[in-house]
């Protein structure tokens, strides 16, 4: 039996992500309603960001995320974030660079759309694509991080400023979903813990380094 078929899989995740993320929501109320005010007052509503992807059992949902780019931004360019786009407000950009976006993720927890740590919900035109052994990462809740979410945590840099799409497609997809695969094939309370905590590191590294480098920087031209 694989490890996606397991109990710990089908059962505990559900509910434990559940108990965890109702009083980490109430602790974030006061700093989502800070989030919300800066981005109505640079560039209005909505708040959220809320598009389709590839859910548990091949069943699409609704992500939610804090909004980082201009109104219909998905109109102007493509699904994949490109470095230094153009789309992203200035609220937007600290919050990616902060992965307080993606905090907005807890409301998905609490419905049960997704997990603390799953893989990460892929855009519905390439979930809809997995073959082989890519279909056990849909026998797995997504969620806000997983072995990919490390790996990848600065894709833009990766896909660099040019055809994102091309070089996400080309050059990250099939790296992202063997990660993912072998989260699925892997899922365990150990392997859970391990990554939450990895990410906790590296997102406080993230943060560090968006209000430290710019003091480093001038450091360095005086």
Same mark, same amino acid.
């Given at each position: 039996? !694989? ?11 559900? /509910? ?21 005010? /800066?981005?109505? #007052?640079? %560039? ?7 598009? +389709? ?10 992500? $939610? ?7 219909? /931004? %998905? ?13 992203? #407000? ?6 990616? *660079? #902060? ?29 809809? *694509? ?15 991080? &997983? ?17 994102? &799409?091309?070089?996400?497609?080309? $050059? ?5 979903? /063997? +990660?993912?695969? !072998? ?8 392997? %859970?813990?391990?990554? $939450?905590?990895?990410?906790? *590191?590296?997102?406080?590294? *993230?943060?560090?380094?968006? =209000?430290? %480098?710019?003091? =480093? ?6």
């Amino acid at each position: 039996m !694989k490890a996606f078929d397991g109990f710990y899989n089908r059962r505990v995740k559900r /509910a434990l992500g559940f108990v965890l993320a109702i009083p980490f929501l109430i602790v974030a109320l006061p700093l989502y309603l800070i989030i919300a005010v /800066a981005i109505v #007052t640079e %560039d209005g509503f909505p708040i959220f960001y809320r598009p +389709l992807r590839g859910g548990y059992q091949g069943r699409a949902f609704r992500i $939610f995320k804090f909004r980082t780019m201009v109104k219909n /931004a %998905d109109q102007i360019g493509g699904g994949t974030t490109a470095f230094h786009d153009p789309r992203i #407000t200035k609220v937007g950009n600290f919050l990616r *660079k #902060t992965k307080l976006d993606e905090t907005a993720n807890l409301i998905n927890i609490i419905m049960g759309t997704m997990s603390f740590v799953g893989p990460r919900p892929e855009l519905l035109q390439y979930a809809e *694509k997995y073959e082989g052994e890519e279909k056990e990462i849909l026998e797995v809740r997504p969620g806000v991080t &997983d072995f990919s979410s490390l790996e990848f945590i600065n894709l833009d840099e990766i896909v660099g400023e040019e055809n994102a &799409d091309e070089m996400y497609e080309n $050059f990250v997809l099939k790296k992202k979903n /063997a +990660l993912r695969i !072998k989260y699925a094939e892997s899922v365990s309370f150990k392997t %859970d813990f391990l990554i $939450f905590c990895r990410t906790i *590191k590296k997102v406080l590294q *993230k943060i560090v380094g968006v =209000f430290f %480098d710019p003091f =480093f920087r001038i450091r360095r031209k005086i």
